[in-house]
């Protein structure tokens, strides 16, 4: 998992006034681990395990401790968590007896709470502070059977509030109307602008390449090794996670689905040969409903350990859905930098 603050900043969104988190080759960041620490500590600390249930009481105390790391990545409204966490939380046992009343002290501690485990409950260990004496080893067992089902409940919650987006949740809300208004107030003012100067438009008939409304992008990229190696790459969803640090799931069949930083890029396989070629339909969520671009990767291998990659992306918008003209722009730079660039750097493929 990336830590937080280590993504490239060149692709962290800014604040808009509109709340739209502008294309989908962009993370916004919150960190989390204060609000986590809080939340935590109000959700665990003072619960009522036993209420002198014979003859013993036994509270939680205080979150002790809390390390590791927890943040929130927004990408176009999507929430995703990130964290991992280990805690420790004291507990203190209390039993009447006729020589007055004695006490235990003790911890539950989570080892490891994860986003990567977010439907599973995680290991919770008990222990006991001091001698295991009677009393010790009767309110661990009391805990153990009463107090370790309301902890991990209560992680539950915590587990919930951070799928909802953590301290961004109430900021997300006041986006979502916003974000409408803002969007509705911008398309006309986009409409007014459709009408392309008469030479822009001649020049484009001209060249007779491209749908109006559309562009191309064409790129050739060189690499340091074979063909089927990058080929490999390509179409291989784990190492896409690796060196995207996203998730991605991609089919090897031809008619069959991919998607590609965290579900921010989809498509299907229409043409696949190995080492070779590499035809897809491809779009972002962010683009106009139902539209896909079309990808082709030709791969050449012109000498033993040197490829060339010649890219061509065709009916690529100029406009997404929310009226942001930068469509093609982002879209070459995230291909360079975010896909080719890492690639070289991450697998050593030359620069």
Same mark, same amino acid.
């Given at each position: ?144 059977a009463r107090g370790k089902p309301l902890v991990l409940e209560k992680i539950r919650e915590f587990v919930a509030a951070m799928a909802k987006g953590g301290p961004a949740k109430d900021e997300l809300e006041s986006k979502k109307t916003p974000a409408k208004a803002g969007a509705a107030a911008t398309a006309p003012a986009k409409r007014e602008e459709a009408p392309a100067p008469a030479p ?38 784990? @190492?896409?996670?690796?060196?995207? &640090? ?26 696949? &040969? ?38 061509? &992306? ?18 070459? @730079? ?6 080719? &660039? ?10």
């Open positions: 998992m990336a830590r937080y603050g280590e993504g490239d900043k060149r692709w962290i969104v800014e604040e808009r006034a509109d709340g739209t988190n502008v294309h989908n080759w962009h993370w916004a960041e919150r960190d989390c681990l204060e609000w986590s620490r809080a939340r935590l500590s109000a959700l665990l600390a003072g619960l009522t395990v036993l209420d002198g249930e014979g003859g013993l009481t036994i509270r939680t105390v205080a979150l002790d401790k809390l390390d590791g790391e927890a943040y929130v990545n927004i990408r176009k409204g999507k929430v995703i968590p990130g964290y991992e966490l280990s805690l420790t939380l004291s507990w203190e046992a209390e039993a009447a007896s006729e020589s007055g009343a004695a006490k235990v002290a003790g911890a539950a501690e989570v080892p490891y709470l994860a986003d990567e485990n977010a439907d599973e409950d995680p290991d919770l260990r008990v222990t006991v502070r001091g001698d295991e004496t009677p009393l010790a080893r009767r309110a661990k067992d009391a805990f153990l822009a438009a001649k020049e484009k008939k001209a060249k007779g390449k491209d749908k109006e409304g559309f562009k191309t992008i064409e790129m050739t990229e060189k690499f340091y090794c074979r063909a089927k190696d990058i080929y490999e790459i390509l179409m291989d969803e784990n @190492r896409w996670k690796g060196f995207t &640090q996203s998730n991605a799931r991609i089919s090897r069949d031809v008619g069959g689905e991919f998607s590609l930083f965290d579900g921010s890029i989809n498509g299907i396989n229409e043409e696949l &040969q190995e080492g070779k070629l590499i035809v897809q339909k491809w779009r972002f969520g962010s683009w106009p409903d139902g539209l896909y671009s079309t990808v082709r990767l030709v791969f050449d291998e012109p000498e033993s350990g040197v490829t060339i990659i010649k890219l061509k &992306q065709t009916d690529v918008p100029m406009e997404d859905k929310y009226g942001n003209s930068t469509v093609v722009e982002n879209t070459e @730079r995230g291909w360079k930098e975010l896909i080719f &660039q890492r690639i070289r750097g991450v697998f050593g493929f030359g620069i």
